[in-house]
C-alpha cells in the first residue's frame, strides 16, 4: 500500500499515513505528505484537507532509525510551512496517538480534531531529545508556556478531554473523526490566522514559568535534553515565533549528535530487543487466563496487582484467613490511592477486584495456568512449596519462583517437574518496577520461558532472560559495588561524598542513602550467610543502627523524617575502623569514588556476558537501568563502557587493580579481548539463551 493514500469526500481532500506499525514519519510518509498537499494547492476545487492516520495511531512522530543518517527530504518542518502558506484549512483527524513530530505536524495544521480516545505527547525528552519542528514554539503559544514546559519535560501523554481543555485540540469528534474533519474543513472558510508574536505574559504569569522551569532543571539536574526545552520555551515568550524556531533547531542539533541522546536512543532500541525468543524457535504454550500467587506479602500483592491491571485472573493464596484478608484489603488499599489520584476509575477497580480470589490451601493452584512463588528468601521454604506445588498444580502449568538470590535449579528439583519451573525475579514496588529478571534454569523447557515472557509483556513489564547464578544478573553486578562502597569509607571518604557522587552521576539515590532505606541488617544475613566481612558495614551493624528504622545507619534521621543527615558519630566510627585496620586515611576525590564504584559493576557485565550468564549487553543495559537506577542518559553501564572506550577502561581498571591490589579491578577476559581487537560489545551477536 502507497505511505500516504489520497481520497475525496465531499470537496475534501484526505490524507491517509498508512506506515505500520505506528505511522512513524520516514521519507516515504514524509514524501506522500508532500505530495498530498501538492495535489491540494493544484487543485483549486479542493475547499480543505485533512491528514489522518490509523486508528492507534496519527503518528509516533520522526523516524529515529533515520536518526544516524543523513536527513532526506522533504522534511517534516518543511511540510509544516508549506501548510502555513495554505489560504484553505488543513486539518489534523487524530484518532489514537499524536506523538513527537506527528503531533508537531498536527500543531502545524490550522485546526485539529480527535476522537475521544486520543492521546497527546512530545515524547522527546525521553530520547535526549527536544521537539524539533515548532513543537516548543507553537505548543506554548496553543496552550500557554506553563503547560506546555510540563508537557515537553516530562514527555507525558495528554488524554483528549484534557487536550480539549487546555486547547491542544479544536474538538473532540462526536461520531466517526473523518466525517467530522471533514465537516469541520468545510466549515472553515477562512484559515484561522498565527499567532506568531513572543507570547505575552503578565508579571505574575512570568514569575510562574520562571519558577515551573526552575523546578524542571532542579529535577533533571544534568540533563541536557532538559536545559534546552527550558531554553527553547523561553524563547517563545521572549521572542517572535522565527527566532524560536532557529534556536531549537540549533538546540536539536547539538543533542542529536550528543553522548546523552545517543545513550537514550540506545535504551529506547534495547527496551525493545530484550525479552523476545529467536523468531526460529518453537515454543508452544496457550497465554495463561488464571494465575495463582503463592504469598501475599508486599511482593505477592505488587504482582498480584500488576497482573490485575493486564486482565488476568489472580488467586492469592497465603497461610490463614487473616493473612489472605490483608493482602486483599492492601490490593485494594493501593486501587484506592490510584482512584484518589485519578489515574483508576472505580469501575476499573471493582473489575479488577472481582478478578481477585483468596485461598488458604495451596491445593488452590489447581486450576491455574501459572503458579508465581513469592515467599520469603529461604532455600528451605520454597523447596517445601515446590513439592507441594509439583503435586498440586495441574499438568503444564508454569511454576514460577520470585527468588532474587537462590539457586533456581535446586528449587525446580524439588518440584519433580523441573521443565516446567522458571524463575521470575520481580522487583519491588513490583505493581510499578517494570523489571523481571526471567531466570532459565538447566531444565526450563522452551515453553515454559515462553510463557513467563508472555506474562511479563502482559503486564506491561520488561523480561530479560538470565542463567543461574549467585544473584542473577542485576544483583550480581550491584554487589560488586557494595563491596567496593565499604572498601571506599576505610580508605577515607565518607558517606555523603559517596552518594553525592552517584548521584551527581545520575542515580536517583547514593548506594548509602539506599543501604539506609533497605535495612542494613538484610545485607548483613546475606553477608553472614557467605561468611563475607565488610569491616564499615558490620561496625555499623554492631551498634544496632540499621537504617532508617532505627533511624540511624550511615546517617541519623530525625523522627519520621526520612532525610539522611550527617552524623559525627558516624565518621568518628569510620576513622576508628579505619585505624583498627591500619589503614591511612586520605582524600579521595569525587572521580575516584566513581571509578571504583562503577568500574567494578561494569566488569561484572563482562564476565556475566562470558559466562553466557546474560545473553547480550543490551540486557545488561537495561537491567541495571529499570532495577537499579542507572542513569538512562548514560545508556546503561555496558552503553557506558562502549561511550569511555574499552581500551580506556582497561587501562583505567589495570591502573586501580595495581593500586589496590584488588582482583576486582581485574579485567574481564572478553573485556580485555574486545578492547585489543578494538571491537564493541553490543555488536557481538544475541547468544543462545542462558542455561
Ligand atoms: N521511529 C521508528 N521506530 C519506532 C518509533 C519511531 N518513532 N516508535 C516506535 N517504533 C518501532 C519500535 O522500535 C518497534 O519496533 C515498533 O515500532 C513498535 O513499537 C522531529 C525529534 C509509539 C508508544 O519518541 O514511545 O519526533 O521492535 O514495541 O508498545 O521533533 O514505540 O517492532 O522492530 O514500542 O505499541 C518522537 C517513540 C520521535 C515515540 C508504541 N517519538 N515510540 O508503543 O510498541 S523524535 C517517540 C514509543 C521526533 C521531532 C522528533 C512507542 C509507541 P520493533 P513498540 P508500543
Same mark, same amino acid.
Not at 484553505?88 to 499524536?98: C, F, K, T
Not at 514496588?429 to 515453553?447: C, D, F, Y
Given at each position: 500500500m502507497t505511505t500516504v493514500t489520497q481520497q475525496t469526500i465531499d470537496r475534501v481532500l484526505v490524507a491517509t499515513i498508512n506506515h505500520a506499525p505506528v505511522n512513524a514519519l520516514n521519507q516515504a510518509a514524509r514524501q506522500g505528505l508532500k505530495d498530498a498537499l501538492e495535489a491540494f494547492e493544484n487543485d483549486r476545487s479542493l475547499v480543505a484537507l485533512v491528514v489522518t492516520g490509523s486508528e492507534r495511531f496519527f503518528s509516533a512522530g520522526a523516524d529515529i532509525t533515520e536518526f544516524t543518517r543523513p536527513a532526506?527530504?522533504?522534511?517534516?518542518?518543511?511540510?509544516?510551512?508549506?501548510?502555513?502558506?495554505?489560504?484553505?484549512?488543513?486539518?489534523?483527524?487524530?484518532?489514537?496517538?499524536?506523538l513527537g513530530g506527528g503531533l508537531e505536524l498536527a500543531l502545524g495544521c490550522h485546526l485539529r480534531v480527535g476522537t475521544a480516545s486520543s492521546r497527546y505527547a512530545l515524547p522527546e525528552s525521553k530520547l535526549g531529545l527536544l521537539p524539533a519542528v515548532g513543537g516548543t514554539q507553537r505548543l506554548p503559544r496553543l496552550i500557554g508556556p506553563v503547560e506546555a514546559l510540563k508537557a515537553i519535560c516530562s514527555g507525558e501523554e495528554i488524554p483528549a478531554k484534557r487536550a480539549l481543555e487546555l486547547g491542544l485540540i479544536d474538538q473532540i469528534a462526536q461520531g466517526e473523526l473523518i466525517p467530522a474533519a471533514v465537516a469541520l474543513g468545510k466549515s472553515s472558510q477562512t484559515v484561522p490566522s498565527r499567532a506568531n508574536a513572543p507570547i505575552t505574559l503578565s508579571a505574575q504569569e512570568r514569575e510562574a514559568?520562571?519558577?515551573?522551569?526552575?523546578?524542571?532543571?532542579?529535577?533533571?539536574?544534568?540533563?541536557?535534553?532538559?536545559?534546552?526545552?527550558?531554553?527553547?520555551?523561553?524563547?517563545?515568550?521572549?521572542?517572535?515565533?522565527?527566532?524560536?524556531? /532557529?534556536?531549537?533547531?540549533?538546540? !536539536?542539533?547539538? %543533542?542529536?549528535?550528543? *553522548?546523552?541522546?545517543? &545513550?537514550?536512543?540506545?535504551?529506547?532500541?534495547?527496551?525493545?530487543?530484550?525479552?523476545?525468543?529467536?523468531a526460529s524457535t518453537q515454543a508452544d504454550f496457550e497465554p495463561a487466563a488464571t494465575v495463582a500467587i503463592v504469598g501475599g506479602g508486599m511482593m505477592g500483592r505488587g504482582i498480584a496487582m500488576s497482573l490485575l491491571d493486564a486482565g488476568l485472573n489472580v488467586t492469592l493464596i497465603d497461610v490463614d484467613e487473616t493473612a489472605a484478608g490483608k493482602a486483599v484489603q492492601g490490593v485494594a488499599g493501593q486501587y484506592q490511592r490510584a482512584i484518589d489520584k485519578g489515574t483508576l476509575t472505580e469501575e476499573e477497580k471493582t473489575a479488577r477486584m472481582q478478578r481477585l480470589t483468596t485461598a488458604v490451601d495451596i491445593a488452590a493452584v489447581a486450576p491455574a495456568d501459572v503458579v508465581i512463588e513469592a515467599v520469603f528468601e529461604s532455600? /528451605?521454604?520454597?523447596?517445601?512449596? !515446590?513439592?507441594? %506445588?509439583?503435586?498440586? *498444580?495441574?499438568?503444564? &502449568?508454569?511454576?514460577?519462583?520470585?527468588?532474587?538470590?537462590?539457586?533456581?535449579?535446586?528449587?525446580?528439583?524439588?518440584?519433580?517437574?523441573?521443565?516446567?519451573?522458571?524463575?521470575?525475579?520481580?522487583?519491588?514496588?513490583?505493581?510499578?518496577?517494570?523489571?523481571?529478571?526471567?531466570?532459565?534454569?538447566?531444565?526450563?523447557?522452551?515453553?515454559?520461558?515462553?510463557?513467563?515472557?508472555?506474562?511479563?509483556r502482559r503486564m506491561k513489564k520488561i523480561g530479560v532472560v538470565v542463567g543461574v547464578c549467585d544473584g542473577f544478573v542485576g544483583n550480581r553486578m550491584i554487589g560488586k559495588r557494595s563491596q567496593q562502597v565499604d572498601r571506599l569509607l576505610l580508605d577515607g571518604a565518607l558517606p555523603r561524598p559517596i552518594d553525592d557522587a552517584l548521584t551527581r552521576f545520575g542515580f536517583p539515590m547514593g548506594p548509602l542513602a539506599v543501604n539506609d532505606m533497605a535495612g542494613l541488617d538484610v545485607a548483613q544475613n546475606v553477608r553472614q550467610s557467605r561468611g563475607q566481612v565488610f569491616p564499615v558495614a558490620d561496625a555499623i551493624c554492631a551498634l544496632g543502627r540499621y537504617g532508617q528504622k532505627t533511624q540511624a545507619g550511615y546517617y541519623r534521621y530525625e523522627p519520621g523524617s526520612r532525610k539522611p543527615v550527617d552524623d559525627p558519630e558516624i565518621t568518628a566510627l569510620i576513622e576508628k575502623v579505619s585505624e583498627?585496620?591500619?589503614?591511612?586515611?586520605?582524600?579521595?576525590?569525587?572521580?575516584?569514588?566513581?571509578?571504583?564504584?562503577?568500574?567494578?559493576?561494569?566488569?561484572?557485565?563482562?564476565?556475566?556476558?562470558?559466562?553466557?550468564?546474560?545473553?547480550?549487553?543490551?540486557?545488561?543495559?537495561?537491567?541495571?537501568?529499570?532495577?537499579?537506577?542507572?542513569?538512562?542518559?548514560?545508556?546503561?553501564?555496558?552503553?557506558?563502557?562502549?561511550?569511555m572506550g574499552l581500551k580506556t577502561l582497561c587501562a583505567k581498571m589495570e591502573k586501580l587493580a595495581a593500586e589496590l591490589g584488588d582482583p576486582a579491578f581485574e579485567p574481564a577476559h572478553l573485556l580485555r579481548a574486545l578492547a585489543d581487537e578494538g571491537l564493541s560489545v553490543h555488536a557481538l551477536s544475541r547468544r543462545d539463551l542462558p542455561a
Open positions: 532526506q527530504p522533504p522534511s517534516i518542518a518543511s511540510l509544516i510551512e508549506t501548510i502555513e502558506q495554505c489560504d484553505r484549512p488543513v486539518i489534523a483527524a487524530i484518532s489514537g496517538r499524536a514559568f520562571d519558577q515551573e522551569a526552575a523546578r524542571l532543571l532542579k529535577r533533571h539536574r544534568g540533563q541536557e535534553a532538559i536545559d534546552a526545552c527550558v531554553q527553547a520555551v523561553r524563547a517563545a515568550v521572549d521572542g517572535p515565533l522565527e527566532v524560536g524556531l /532557529a534556536l531549537e533547531r540549533e538546540l !536539536f542539533a547539538k %543533542l542529536q549528535e550528543g *553522548a546523552q541522546s545517543q &545513550a537514550m536512543r540506545h535504551v529506547f532500541f534495547a527496551e525493545r530487543r530484550v525479552g523476545k525468543l529467536p532455600m /528451605a521454604v520454597k523447596k517445601d512449596i !515446590f513439592q507441594q %506445588l509439583g503435586r498440586h *498444580a495441574r499438568p503444564g &502449568a508454569v511454576l514460577a519462583s520470585n527468588t532474587s538470590t537462590l539457586d533456581l535449579n535446586e528449587i525446580a528439583a524439588a518440584s519433580g517437574r523441573p521443565a516446567d519451573v522458571v524463575g521470575m525475579h520481580f522487583f519491588s514496588p513490583a505493581h510499578i518496577m517494570r523489571l523481571v529478571e526471567v531466570i532459565r534454569g538447566e531444565k526450563t523447557s522452551l515453553s515454559t520461558l515462553a510463557q513467563a515472557l508472555d506474562l511479563t583498627q585496620q591500619g589503614v591511612q586515611r586520605r582524600e579521595l576525590s569525587e572521580e575516584e569514588i566513581l571509578d571504583r564504584t562503577l568500574l567494578p559493576v561494569i566488569n561484572e557485565g563482562f564476565r556475566l556476558l562470558e559466562e553466557g550468564m546474560a545473553c547480550h549487553a543490551d540486557d545488561i543495559d537495561v537491567t541495571l537501568i529499570h532495577g537499579y537506577g542507572w542513569p538512562r542518559s548514560t545508556g546503561g553501564p555496558m552503553f557506558y563502557a562502549e561511550q
